[in-house]
């Protein structure tokens, strides 16, 4: 048994009694989840092998499944598959300082946690720095950031910046890599890089918009990555369920995110994004049933303040792709029997001791696997350390609250 062994299996129990698999339990448990993961495999095949980015369309999945049933444990197994096949991947989950309606925050939260295959490094310093680019695709992206300048966004400037290498350009290469993880440069600093090193015929250089550089992003990103050679941009983003406790207006801004971020809209498109939702099993219920969320675009239409005609297409297409969630696949019998008997091997490599085989007779009320999984581990540990003990939980089971909390939304009234 080696130390390195040992202390991947320490990880891995830990992670699963916290109830958030990390990069140590994805890869020692099996998943059983074939369909999802094929789906997802053929999406990035898509976008690997079309030529023109422009013509690929952004694919994205929504996963939902019961508290505890395994949705954590599919993003984290996911991401290495989206690392093992050269993509760029960024796992959010949506929270309070994550909020699903602001592109800017989300498109900074997975700025931060964008990460490239064996790279240790931010995915947009790294590739900043490291300047190793696809000359023909780097004009593509040049020619795109040059027609998209006329909606505000300032991409030209950086990419002339960053298009030929200047003598003591780190500083310079540290603000486009901040404003490309969406924390925008001064203007008069692009301007004074741009005449320190003689760049000329770069277009207009203004101030921009939290809101439209945070739109820029979601679009120029995934094209950057590409020019680098990575083969697309996927974007993880966990526990969308959260977007069913902000106010009315605000949930409207966060099915319009999704559809702009699924590319379900002609007006807004991400070639080379790949999105993968996951949302409890109730979303669609509470959605309909708890908050008449179908209203929202209708609602919209009627309050006709500028922009909601707009916001009222783009939500409509957005709930709609929520509403259709695929289901996790139940485990089976014998499954759940394999993962116990990972999981007690692991417990054995991580603690140095033969785990016990637990009593077969299924005490728990629920099918989830955490809860599962948390029972077992807490089981070996007891009898760990007691060896003669006779575990007996008692599981209590936690509702979830979907009420409005204008804390998330940051709104305190509708606008």
């Not at 020019?227 to 977007?243: K, N, Q, S, Y």
Request: proline residues 4%.
């Amino acid at each position: 048994m080696s130390d390195t062994g040992t202390n991947a299996a320490r990880r891995a129990i830990e992670a699963l009694r916290a109830g958030v698999p990390n990069r140590d339990a994805a890869s020692a448990l099996p998943l059983f989840q074939d369909d999802l993961v094929n789906k997802f495999q053929e999406m990035i095949r898509e976008v690997g092998e079309s030529d023109n980015l422009e013509d690929t369309p952004t694919r994205s999945l929504v996963v939902s499944g019961g508290f505890g049933s395994g949705k954590s444990h599919l993003l984290e197994y996911l991401r290495h598959v989206a690392l093992e096949q050269g993509c760029v991947c960024s796992h959010l989950v949506i929270s309070k300082e994550t909020p699903l309606y602001d592109s800017l925050k989300l498109a900074r939260s997975a700025a931060e946690s964008a990460a490239l295959p064996d790279m240790a490094g931010k995915a947009v310093s790294e590739l900043v720095f490291k300047r190793s680019f696809n000359d023909s695709r780097f004009q593509e992206l040049m020619e795109w950031s040059v027609r998209q300048s006329v909606d505000g966004y300032r991409f030209t400037p950086l990419l002339k910046l960053l298009e030929e290498p200047h003598a003591g350009a780190e500083e310079v290469m540290e603000e486009i890599a901040l404003e490309w993880s969406g924390y925008p440069v001064k203007v008069s600093n692009i301007r004074a890089a741009l005449r320190d090193f003689s760049i000329m015929n770069s277009g207009t250089v203004g101030s921009i918009t939290l809101n439209t550089l945070g739109n820029g992003l979601w679009q120029f990103l995934p094209r950057f990555f590409r020019t680098a050679g990575c083969t697309a941009w996927v974007v993880l983003v966990d526990e969308v369920e959260l977007a069913l406790r902000y106010s009315k207006l605000q949930r409207a801004k966060a099915y319009a995110q999704v559809a702009r971020l699924s590319s379900a809209l002609k007006t807004y498109k991400c070639p080379g994004l790949i999105t993968i939702y996951t949302s409890t099993d109730d979303f669609a219920t509470v959605a309909e049933d708890q908050k008449g969320d179908l209203g929202i675009p209708d609602w919209l239409r009627e309050r006709d303040k500028p922009g909601d005609q707009q916001m009222a297409r783009e939500a409509e297409a957005g709930l709609k792709l929520l509403r259709r969630g695929k289901p996790l696949r139940a485990i089976r019998r014998e499954e759940l029997d394999e993962l116990e008997d990972r999981i007690r091997d692991l417990h054995s490599e991580a603690f140095n001791w033969n785990a016990p085989v637990l009593d077969q007779k299924d005490h728990l009320s629920s099918s989830s696997i955490r809860e599962r999984v948390k029972s077992w581990i807490t089981s070996w540990d007891m009898i760990l350390q007691y060896p003669d003990y006779s575990p007996n939980l008692v599981v209590d089971k936690i509702a979830i609250q979907y009420t409005e909390d204008h804390d998330l939304d940051n709104s305190g009234e509708e606008d």
